[in-house]
């Protein structure tokens, strides 16, 4: 089962900032934060990951709580291209079964003009 | 574009046939990651390789098997189908067995 809870669905006005929230209460230390997002049917798109420190790249920025209990993806400016099914997944930083993806029902984000 | 190839991009076949997906890695992937994505299941892992070595299991059905080759390309292949194994089905690469993984852009399975 996946370990994160993520709303259902989002909606988000074209320009501005898109906040998805994801709870992970059950982290352990050595489980990273990930996300990625599936536009319509496409394979996953990896977007970001982090462990304690929030991170920032050109597609979006990730802030985790201090307790790294929570976090949320931040898409800065929304585009109507960003209308996707977004996943966090938290994941141990080992090989074997403990380093696979386990995809939960993600966030369905709606961006409206 | 991921880097992460995969052939066909569409598949239609009857039920009881055994067909073939294959999956090329991004340059310099050592492993291979296959997951299901049908409907009512969401996205669920199968089978990892890792440098030619099956690393992983998920849930992977018992008609279903995969390899690597020695060139790092790999391949599922699923028999006896039935119509539940009608899905979408993606290939991921990393680096080793615990980078970020990296996904194509799938095949679609259709059994009628």
């Known amino acids: 089962d996946a370990k994160t809870t993520q709303p259902t669905s989002m909606d988000c006005a074209e320009g501005r900032a898109a906040n998805l929230p994801c709870n992970h209460s059950?982290?352990?230390?050595?489980?990273?934060v990930y996300w990625y997002r599936q536009i319509h049917s496409q394979g996953p798109q990896y977007i970001i990951h982090g462990l304690k420190n929030n991170e920032t790249n050109e597609m979006a920025s990730l802030i985790i709580t201090e307790d790294r209990k929570s976090s949320t993806l931040i898409l800065p400016h929304a585009t109507l291209r960003d209308t996707a099914v977004y996943y966090c997944?938290?994941?141990?930083?080992?090989?074997?079964?403990?380093?696979?993806?386990?995809f939960g029902k993600g966030t369905k984000l709606s961006v409206k003009p | 574009d991921s880097g992460v190839t995969q052939t066909p991009k569409h598949l239609i076949t009857a039920t009881g046939q055994r067909v073939t997906l294959r999956c090329s890695p991004r340059?310099?992937?050592?492993?291979v990651y296959w997951y299901q994505q049908s409907l009512d299941q969401g996205l669920q892992f199968l089978i990892q390789?890792?440098?030619?070595?099956?690393?992983a299991k998920g849930n992977i059905l018992e008609r279903f098997s995969a390899q690597q080759f020695p060139d790092l390309h790999s391949e599922l292949n699923l028999s006896s189908l039935e119509l539940g194994d009608s899905a979408l089905y993606f290939c991921?690469?990393?680096?080793?067995?615990?980078?970020?993984?990296?996904f194509g852009p799938g095949t679609r399975l259709l059994v009628l």
């Open positions: 340059s310099g992937d050592l492993s």
């Open positions: 390789y890792y440098n030619g070595e099956e690393r």
């Open positions: 991921a690469s990393s680096a080793s067995g615990v980078e970020t993984q990296y």
């Open positions: 059950t982290i352990s230390g050595n489980e990273y």
């Open positions: 997944i938290v994941r141990a930083y080992y090989g074997g079964s403990q380093g696979n993806l386990i």
